[in-house]
């Protein structure tokens, strides 16, 4: 009785980590300059248009989104810091913004947002715009969570 109980036990202490066991690739586009880290696998998109746009995503469970999505960015006149903010104030529309952080990553100016939806949807956004590029990494989970942390914090720019 007791080796089962003690089984028992190790097995319900076993669930959370096997849980968060994934196995993570390194998403590096050929001459789009950013690394990151998903896990899962990936599903590839051009989703075309002008300026073409490009993404990854990487679904986990029923309640984990890992996306990245990057385009050229032709017009900059309104300035790297004028345009992150129009980007957040497009990502926040209809959502409460819970935090903006303003950072950078690499030599680029960037922006670390945390929303949440009608629907109590969480969603942390890293945006940057490197060399004339729009580069989004958003992860659709709840706050706090390690690999939706994982996969924002290995978003990297590759310097030229």
């Keep these: 009785m007791r080796f089962i109980l003690g089984a028992a036990f190790a097995a319900l202490l076993l669930v ?6 994934q196995s993570w690739q390194e998403y590096r586009p050929k001459g789009a300059g950013f690394r990151i880290e998903m896990p899962g696998d990936l599903k590839l998109e051009d989703k075309g248009g002008k300026p073409a746009t490009y993404s990854a995503v990487s679904v986990v469970g029923k309640d984990k989104v890992f996306l990245v999505n990057y385009r050229d960015q032709d017009d900059l006149k309104l300035g790297l810091d004028t345009m992150l903010d129009a980007v957040v104030e ?8 819970v935090s903006i952080k303003k950072e950078k990553l690499g030599a680029y100016p960037a922006r670390r947002v945390r929303l949440k939806d009608s629907d109590n949807d969480e969603y942390e956004i890293r945006v940057v715009i490197a060399d004339r590029r729009l580069i989004q990494a958003i992860f659709v989970g709840t706050d706090g969570d390690p690999l939706g942390r994982r996969f924002l914090d290995s978003f990297v720019i590759l310097e030229p």
């Design 16 to 21: 959370p980590v096997a849980s968060q066991a």
């Design 90 to 97: 497009g990502q926040s529309d209809g959502k409460k913004v």
